[in-house]
Nanobody, 117 residues
């Protein structure tokens, strides 16, 4: 079964940038959609950004529109979340998600992002 591995988390000051890669153990065309979710302490996990792997169509949470960009590199089996103009409220564990055409969901282990004011 495909495995998803996130990286790129860390600490950054408000206004800074981070890029989170999510690399799949197989060709990402086995996925129908891939997405980034996040979960802040005491809050539910929420969708941040998603992408249809084949066509590249994207969608974003209102809270990140204009600041975050999701993209994919088919040759590297990787989906990226480029995060600009970071805010303290972006602090969370970020999870990579993939859903196959058979509607099987896969999650990465998560990567911590901390934004200080």
């Amino acid at each position: 079964q495909v495995q998803l591995v996130e990286s790129g988390g860390g600490w950054v000051q408000a206004g800074g940038t981070l890029r989170l890669p999510c690399t799949a153990s197989e060709n990402i065309f086995t996925m129908n959609t891939m997405a980034w979710y996040r979960q802040a302490p005491g809050k539910q996990r929420e969708l941040v950004a998603g992408i249809i792997v084949s066509g590249g169509r994207t969608n974003y949470a209102d809270s990140v529109k204009g600041r975050f960009t999701i993209s994919r590199d088919i040759g590297k089996n990787t989906v990226y979340l480029q995060k600009n103009s970071l805010k303290p409220e972006d602090t969370a564990i970020y999870y990579c998600n993939g859903v196959t055409f058979a509607i099987v969901t896969r999650w990465g282990q998560g990567t911590q992002v901390t934004v200080s004011s």
